[in-house]
């Protein structure tokens, strides 16, 4: 793995586990956001675990390279998803945030 993809890589994952304990910890900025989309409640522990099983497999890609394209090729769809919540909600402003979660990811991916 290149200088390139192995900080791009630690970026997607920081990013990842940052949503995802944002996620748990009932930060304001993520879950109000999520309430406005009308995410349920009951999926929010979900969301943030599925987020941090996503930054964990992007280390563990470290060391095993397929466990790490597979924990990217599933950010990228997590976010894809979090975009399309994000239009039909009709918050067409907030479309870019998941895109900047997105990107890390997708690049660490075509890196790999």
Known sequence: MTTT???VTAVAAFMAGFSGAAVLFRAKFVVEPLAAYGVPR???NVLGLLKLAGAAGLVVGFWVPVI???AAVGVVLYFA???ITVVR???YGHVPF???YMAPAAA???LM
Request: charged share 5%.
């Open 5 to 7: 993809a192995t900080v």
């Open 42 to 44: 009951s999926w929010w």
């Open 68 to 70: 790490g394209a597979a």
């Open 81 to 83: 998803g979090a975009v």
């Open 89 to 91: 909600a009709k918050a």
């Open 98 to 100: 998941p895109l900047v």
């Open 108 to 110: 660490a991916l075509a």
